[in-house]
């Protein structure tokens, strides 16, 4: 343990020191690699026992669930991992705390791989969110989980999906379910709510990921976009939270505008921590009582699900 804690200090040093010592297009895929080791190594603290399941036949489309420490029909969180739509896991990608965290307060949790970029396309990640939403639901009994109340959370792309399941109601129609078998999204820190703005905002750094991941059709950007599809009907509420990070500030503000514009209920919360660092730690320290978005989510969960 305290060799991994080690490591995971000097990664987080080789982090912030990446922008000097690196060129954008040097800096990015060595990134992505770094932050998944950081995440793997977290992954080594987990305590609490899961079980996986396939909600499909792809070998990606498998999910981790923890059952509720107590009751049957708990409310249930469902996590939806970064990456930048081509990397990351399941089991790596929930941060170290969050799981104990969200059981202790009474919820079941999940968390589920989807196909990723680019052998698969965004449109059929965020169709692999909705099935697994379908697969946990028509499994509620034998999980002894409460299908009416359901949240899903996502961070960073992971954040984008979930919003974009939350906004554009074709994902959930395909699995067979609609905005009513949702009760809300949490958005840790995302961007790209507005693809093509994001892409003309991100300078180099990211721009080839965002390429990737939503082409150069404006049209289908736009259907990726969440504050594009923000119009009515939604999921009834979002929990959008970004660090002091100007493209997700941004983005983050613009949907939540976008979705109050519509009538639907969505708050807009600043949480600390700036620039890369915090945006991997929204997502790791989730759950620890030092983290302000912690208390925050606690009460908005509280109050859409009804955990204790």
Known sequence: MLRSTRACLLAASLLLALPMLLSPAQAGPFLERLQARMAAREAESRVAPSAEYAYGTDPLQ?????????GARAPLVVFVHGGGWKRGDKRNATGAAKIEHLLAQGYAFASIDYRLVPAATVEQQAADVAAAVAWLRKNAGRLGIDPSRLVLMGHSAGAHLVALVGTDPRYLAAAGLSFRDVNGVVALDGACY???????DSGRFMTDT???AFGADPVRQRALSPTLQAAKPNAPAFLILHVDRADGKAQSEALGAALMQAGTR??????G?????GHLEINRE???ASHPATAIVDAWLRTLI???
Do not use: M, S
Not at 194 to 200: H, M, S
Not at 266 to 271: D, G, I, M, R, S
């Open 286 to 288: 989730l759950g620890n």
């Open 62 to 70: 498998r999910l981790d669930f923890w059952q509720a420490r107590e």
């Open 273 to 277: 921590g700036a620039g890369l660092r």
């Open 194 to 200: 507005d693809v093509a703005r994001q892409i003309a």
């Open 266 to 271: 969505a708050e807009v919360e600043a949480v």
């Open 306 to 308: 009804g955990a204790k």
């Open 210 to 212: 965002y390429l990737q």
